[in-house]
T-cell receptor, first 111, second 114 residues
Framework: KQEVTQIPAALSVPEGENLVLNCSFT??????LQWFRQDPGKGLTSLLL?????REQTSGRLNASLDKSSGRSTLYIAASQPGDSATYLC??????????FGKGTTLSVSS | KAGVTQTPRYLIKTRGQQVTLSCSPI?????VSWYQQTPGQGLQFLFE???????NKGNFPGRFSGRQFSNSRSEMNVSTLELGDSALYLC?????????????FGPGTRLTVT
């Protein structure tokens, strides 16, 4: 059974710092991995989708990598801003299943 | 292009009542999935519909049901509400189903059961 873990559960950084969020999964047989952002009480906003054949994806200040063989993905946020404060969720998609989510990392960026 | 819309955004119901939530996917998307989010359990999958057929189902009791219409709009129904059903219910749509296209989520319906 696939399990997705995100460490740390919470992270506080000063504005301008570069940071890395981690996501690990137990079964490497995935179609893709998706990173989401969730603001308090809101829905999920898709940030990046990495297909199983890809190693990384970039969007603006965000870069996500995928190492299927080791069951790991990282989300790199460059030059963090207070507006980046939110909960970041990763989710994996496998055959015959829905997205399986981690519990998320809650990021707080102080000005 | 309009995003995924969910109605209503907030609901307050009493134990024992039933509730129906609605989701309109992005135009052209045929796959609609429903998730329940609670502080303790995180995001849990309820069911997925593709072209009006339930493709996958999560581990929820039969009180939770859903359907999809020919225009891809979907509804989920919860009967005999319990306090533990209080949660944020999220709907997601994607262009392709089984092969795992990018999922786009709506703003959610916040259900409070008293």
């Amino acid at each position: 059974k696939q399990e997705v873990t995100q460490i740390p559960a919470a992270l506080s950084v000063p504005e301008g710092e570069n940071l890395v969020l981690n996501c690990s999964f137990t079964d490497s047989a995935i179609y893709n991995l998706q990173w989401f952002r969730q603001d308090p009480g809101k829905g999920l906003t898709s940030l990046l989708l990495i297909q199983s054949s890809q190693r990384e994806q970039t969007s603006g200040r965000l870069n996500a990598s995928l190492d299927k063989s080791s069951g790991r993905s990282t989300l790199y946020i460059a030059a963090s801003q207070p507006g980046d404060s939110a909960t970041y969720l990763c989710a994996v998609k496998q055959a015959g299943t829905a997205l399986i989510f981690g519990k998320g990392t809650t990021l707080s960026v102080s000005s | 292009k309009a995003g995924v819309t969910q109605t209503p955004r907030y609901l307050i119901k009493t134990r024992g009542q039933q509730v129906t939530l609605s989701c309109s996917p992005i135009s052209g998307h045929r796959s609609v999935s429903w998730y329940q989010q609670t502080p303790g359990q995180g995001l849990q999958f309820l069911f997925e519909y593709f072209s009006e057929t339930q493709r996958n189902k999560g581990n929820f009791p039969g009180r939770f049901s859903g359907r999809q219409f020919s225009n891809s709009r979907s509804e989920m129904n919860v009967s005999t509400l319990e306090l533990g059903d209080s949660a944020l219910y999220l709907c997601a749509s994607s262009l392709v189903g089984e092969l795992g296209g990018e999922q786009y989520f709506g703003p959610g319906t916040r259900l409070t059961v008293t």
